[in-house]
């Protein structure tokens, strides 16, 4: 039986390249396309040119070692925006009709990012080997998370993929509004203090030494007003101190984070997290919108209300809250209500405990879920936006403060001398 050369194209539209054996052109023809691959050129050994298609095979095997060579790993991590695109995109094409399949070729062929380009390929090619789509997500535990996977698994069960896809893409695009906002809140403050200390460092070092010899040239041994004397002396101490001030603020970053990655350090730190005067009650109300939001969306999606629980508290956030919904997910293994857990936790207001009862009375628990994570993430947005309002000007009178008073503690001997200076001309 003659070998026959040929170069095809495979259902993802990726040219290979190979020798089959047949009777006839035709017969390999039909043998390819029992394979699901097109061929392109089919040419018989000793009765064509046969050397071109083996070049291409090489060069074939080239690409696809290359392709290799930049594969995602399982510890492949992608930022929550690439992963909320890639879920919103999918969504959409097979909203719009496309097999899983084609929607990830689709969308493997677009994908800019190395990494993510990898990953989709990969998912691809176990999907076209058998395997499901949740099982293909759980190679890459660090970017497609268990609330992801099981998502993803009970629309598979439930022949609704499109539309859990949908509630995905939706889910990330809550959670990272809501995080974006949340940070803008924080950043804020910490970017204006940084800015603060800087100045104050640099003015501290650099301008107030050189005033204190214009001051001691020109006053000739006079005393300087308390201020000016509060300020040098302050500069005089950072000076002969800051390698010893600079090796502490390392040893306090070093430690706290030490300290925040013990469980008792965690728990510590996020208890205060809650009780903050004003950072606090913006804290509280995003866990409160994150676990309603996870469980609402896992419940409407088809996951069992245990399993939801277990996922929605490795996604909480906060190690107080965890512990909430550990307790909750216990009380429930018991055939409990979720409210009596709830309310002794100390975490959720009255209208969430009286929210969640009244919608485990109805048979709405997750609507009424979804309904609590709407609110307050409105809640949260007002938060944000009355504490920017608050802290801005604030900040920029500390700011404001700090500067003014080294600035004013120059200028007091100045006047001084200026005066000095005048009587000395008028006499």
């Known amino acids: 039986m003659p070998n026959f050369h040929y170069i095809a194209l495979d259902q993802n539209g990726q040219e290979i390249a190979g020798v089959i054996d047949a009777v006839s052109d035709a017969e390999a023809i039909n043998a390819l396309r029992s394979q699901q691959l097109y061929p392109t050129q089919v040419v018989q050994e000793g009765k064509g040119d046969t050397a071109s298609i083996k070049k291409r095979a090489r060069t074939t095997t080239a690409k696809a070692k290359g392709k290799a ?25 097979i909203d719009s009709g496309l097999p899983l399949l084609r929607g990830l070729t689709v969308l493997g062929r677009q994908e800019p990012l190395p990494v993510m380009k990898s990953t989709i390929n990969t998912l691809a090619d176990a999907v076209q080997t058998g395997s499901t789509f949740s099982e293909s997500l759980q190679q890459y535990p660090r970017i497609f998370n268990k609330l992801y996977v099981n998502m993803v698994k009970a629309g598979e069960l439930g022949g609704v993929l499109e539309i859990v896809l949908n509630r995905l893409a939706e889910y ?67 000076g002969a101190n800051f390698v010893y001030l600079a090796i502490g603020a390392f040893g306090i970053v070093v430690a706290w984070k030490i300290f925040s990655s013990t469980k008792g350090g965690r728990v510590v730190i996020d208890k205060a997290k809650l009780r903050m005067p004003i950072f606090g009650d913006v804290q509280r109300k995003t866990a409160i919108s994150r676990f309603t939001r996870t469980l609402g969306t896992l419940v409407t999606s088809g996951v069992p209300i245990l399993q939801a629980l277990n996922i929605t508290r490795e996604t909480a956030g906060n190690v107080v809250v965890s512990d909430a919904i550990n307790k909750v997910h216990d009380a429930v293994k018991e055939g409990e209500s979720m409210v009596a857990p709830l309310d002794g936790s ?66 007091l001997p100045l006047i001084s001398i200026i005066q000095n200076l005048s009587s000395g001309s008028g006499g």
């Not at 060579?69 to 094409?93: H, N, P, S």
């Open 172 to 238: 990330q695009e809550k959670a990272q509004k809501l995080k974006n906002k949340v940070v803008a809140a924080m950043v804020y403050p910490i970017i204006v203090m940084f800015i603060a200390v800087a100045i104050m460092i640099f003015l501290m070092l650099v301008i107030v030494p050189k005033f204190e010899g214009i001051f001691k040239d020109m006053l000739q041994g006079k005393p300087l007003p308390w201020l000016t004397q509060v300020v040098i002396g302050m500069s005089r101490w950072i």
């Open 69 to 93: 060579a930049v594969k995602a790993t399982a510890t492949a991590k992608v930022k929550g925006k690439t992963l909320m695109i890639f879920t919103r995109q999918l969504a959409t094409l």
């Open 346 to 411: 100390g975490v959720f207001p009255p209208m969430v405990i009286s929210m969640v009862d009244v919608g485990e009375e109805t048979g709405q628990l997750p609507e009424m879920l979804l309904k609590i994570a709407d609110v307050y993430e409105d809640e949260v947005d007002n938060s944000v936006s009355a504490l920017t309002s608050l802290l801005e000007p604030l900040m920029i009178v500390f700011l404001a403060v700090v500067v003014g008073v080294i600035v004013m503690a120059l200028f």
